[in-house]
């Protein structure tokens, strides 16, 4: 069953940062778009960040842009979310998965379990 396995979450301060891993098993990713959502407790999934097949179109929702950066390496099938002056309300469980591309309303696809990010002091 392909999947994505996300990793890298943990609990950190405010101002700190965090590398999250977003790998695929059992399928290429270099012909899929790649979206980084999160979610919270009690609140709506939210899209974070998405990439373009080859990296080279991106997107940030307007709550993480200019701190966190999406990247991918195809030829390792994984994807990143470098995130950077994380704040408490950037706590929630971040999961990826593939699209055919970022335009909003694209299905995404091959959902992982999701990886715990926890911004307190």
């Known amino acids: 069953q392909p999947q994505f396995v996300e990793s890298g979450g943990g609990l950190v301060q405010p101002g700190g940062s965090l590398r999250l891993s977003c790998a695929s098993s059992?399928?290429?990713?270099?012909?899929?778009?790649i979206g980084w959502f999160r979610q919270d407790p009690g609140k709506e999934r939210e899209r974070v960040s998405c990439?373009?097949?080859?990296?080279?179109?991106?997107y940030y929702a307007a709550s993480v842009e200019g701190r966190f950066t999406i990247s991918r390496d195809n030829a390792k099938n994984t994807v990143y979310l470098q995130m950077n002056s994380l704040k408490p309300e950037d706590t929630g469980v971040y999961y990826c998965?593939?699209?055919?591309?970022?335009?909003?309303?694209?299905?995404?696809?091959?959902w992982g379990q999701g990886t715990q990010v926890t911004v307190s002091s």
């Open positions: 998965a593939a699209a055919p591309s970022c335009r909003t309303g694209s299905l995404y696809n091959y």
């Open positions: 059992g399928f290429r990713l270099d012909t899929l778009a």
């Open positions: 990439a373009s097949s080859s990296g080279v179109s991106t």
